[in-house]
């Protein structure tokens, strides 16, 4: 069973920085593509970066040169860098494979504000 544990969030101002993390359980990085998803309110659930089997990374067009993903593999772990963070990044962030197909995690909030 594939099952995701996020972490990282918390309350930041506008500007600062944060690291979020998933641990993944089940044997799923090297056959799936693993993205980061985000969610604020009232909103739908949107795709924010992605990563491939072999390590090729992507992100939403709006966020490149302000978010980044990695993973370790050893770790079973997604990380999402995210910097200069504004308010509109506010949302509960999830991971998940690419396309999503397993059950959601409960996710990790993110608050920015000052």
């Known amino acids: 069973q594939v099952q995701f544990v996020e972490s990282g969030g918390g309350l930041v101002q506008p500007g600062g920085s944060m690291r979020l993390s998933c641990v993944v359980s089940g044997h799923i990085f090297s056959q799936y593509a693993m993205a980061w998803y985000r969610q604020a309110p009232e909103s739908q659930r949107d795709l924010v970066a992605a990563i491939t089997p072999g390590g090729i990374s992507n992100v939403k067009d709006s966020l490149k040169g302000r978010f980044t993903i990695s993973k370790d593999n050893d770790k079973r772990t997604i990380y999402l860098q995210m910097n200069s963070l504004t308010p509109e990044d506010t949302a509960v962030y999830y991971c998940?494979?690419?396309?999503?197909?397993?059950?959601w995690g409960q996710g990790t909030q993110v608050t920015v504000s000052s």
């Open positions: 998940n494979a690419r396309p999503s197909r397993f059950d």
